[in-house]
Structure formats: structure tokens, C-alpha cells
């Protein structure tokens, strides 16, 4: 099943914050966050795992929620380059970084 | 370091044909995997694999095949397409550090599959 993710689209100016939202249904072990540009690859952030762990850029700023089962990725004083569809990959079932179920994305577009 | 590559980058075939999809990588990963991504849904698993021999199912396999017969290679077969299988595929790998698996994936820049 599916993580949802909120909003679905979000549009800022340079220097304005959003934060993205993926929640589950279902117990996680660990989320994954992913950038991806038009027309290009997936890219990583940032993984959060249960306990507190996380591992990605010092940049990015995400948190955790393991009771509530959502995690939420903080982006500040936002910049041109951080346009692009930010996908939360969800694993429920403790095997890490390879059975990830993504959520459908949230595209985020910055202008000047 | 070339990273992950997959070949080709663009492909159109008919309903009922074959083919073979290749992903490569020179990073010495031990997992490798096949997502699927369709407008408006998202990544979606469609195989992997934990190792050279070794394969397993994703999410949406069926209708899919997959091989490793070397741990750097990764293929995906469509023995008989059809159009629900168009789509944009993407190779990734990742490491395995001390027994866990909790590690980035790395992309290569996907296929562009259209069956007709």
C-alpha cells in the first residue's frame, strides 16, 4: 500500500519553507526520501530510521514520526534548484533499502 | 565512475514483441532493483535482487522477467508486451554496509518504453 503524501504540488518563491508529508497506514521501519527532476533520475536525501538514526544531507532536515507513522521533510529558505518531485519510499517490513514502497510525490516549484 | 547505465534509453515495440533491458553498474553494489514509473504513481518495484543468482519480486512483476547472472549486470525481459507496459523504467543499486541494507539507491536515467 501506497505512503500518501501532502500537499501533492506546492509552489514558492525563493527564500520561502514548505514541508512535505508522507504518512503510512501501516508500521514503518524506515522512509526514504528522494528528489527527482524533470526528466531525470531519482536522486537521495535522506533515510530516517526507527530510533532516531538518519543518514543523507546535512542540508535536509526531516523528522519521524514512528507512532504516528509519517515523516515530514523541511524545506528552508528554499532555492531555485530545489525544484523537482520529492517521493517519500516507505519499508514496512524491516528489510531496509530494498522493498521500498514510494509514494505518488509532491511537486514543488520554486520562483523567483 | 560511470554509476548505474541502462540501455537502450528509448524503445517502441509492438504489442506481442520482446526485448531485453540492461542495467549496469561499476560501483561494486550487491543489491540491484527495476522500478516502474507511470504518470501520477509514483516509483513502483517490479523486481530485485540481494545479490549475484539471486532475484526476487517487487510489487508489480508480473509480466516481467529479470536475471543476474553477474553481480554488476541487472536484466529485465518483456517476453510479450503489451501496452499497459509502457512506461519509464529505472535501474538503481545500492551497498550493503555491515549486514544492514539501510543504504542510498542510485539511479541510472531510465528507459522510455512505448508498445504500440
Known amino acids: 500500500q501506497q505512503p500518501v503524501q501532502s500537499p501533492q504540488a506546492v509552489i514558492l518563491r525563493e527564500g520561502e519553507d514548505a514541508v512535505i508529508n508522507c504518512s503510512s497506514s501501516?508500521?514503518?521501519?524506515?522512509v526514504h526520501w528522494y528528489r527527482q527532476k524533470h526528466g531525470e533520475a531519482p536522486v537521495f536525501l535522506m533515510i530516517?530510521?526507527?530510533?532516531?538514526e538518519q543518514k543523507g544531507h546535512e542540508k535536509i532536515s526531516a523528522s519521524f514520526n514512528e507512532k504516528k507513522q509519517q515523516s515530514s521533510l523541511y524545506l528552508t529558505a528554499s532555492q531555485l534548484s530545489y525544484s523537482g518531485t520529492y517521493f517519500c519510499?516507505?519499508?514496512?517490513?524491516?528489510?531496509?533499502?530494498?522493498?521500498?514502497?514510494f509514494g505518488k510525490g509532491t511537486k514543488l516549484s520554486v520562483i523567483p | 565512475n560511470a554509476g548505474v547505465t541502462q540501455t537502450p534509453k528509448f524503445r517502441v515495440l509492438k504489442t506481442g514483441q520482446s526485448m531485453t533491458l540492461l542495467c549496469a553498474q561499476d560501483?561494486?553494489?550487491?543489491?540491484m532493483y527495476w522500478y516502474r514509473q507511470d504518470p501520477g504513481m509514483g516509483l513502483r518495484l517490479i523486481h530485485y535482487s540481494v545479490g549475484e543468482g539471486t532475484t526476487a519480486k517487487g510489487e508489480v512483476p508480473d509480466g516481467y522477467n529479470v536475471s543476474r547472472l553477474k553481480k554488476q549486470n541487472f536484466l529485465l525481459g518483456l517476453e510479450s508486451a503489451a501496452p499497459s507496459q509502457t512506461s519509464v523504467y529505472f535501474c538503481?543499486?545500492?551497498?550493503?554496509?555491515?549486514?544492514?541494507?539501510?543504504?542510498?539507491?542510485?539511479f541510472g536515467p531510465g528507459t522510455r518504453l512505448t508498445v504500440l
Open positions: 530516517l530510521l526507527k530510533g532516531g
Open positions: 501501516k508500521a514503518l521501519y524506515s
Open positions: 519510499g516507505t519499508d514496512r517490513s524491516g528489510a531496509g533499502s530494498y522493498q521500498l514502497t
Open positions: 560501483m561494486n553494489h550487491e543489491y
Open positions: 538503481a543499486s545500492s551497498y550493503r554496509t555491515s549486514g544492514t541494507s539501510y543504504n542510498e539507491q542510485f
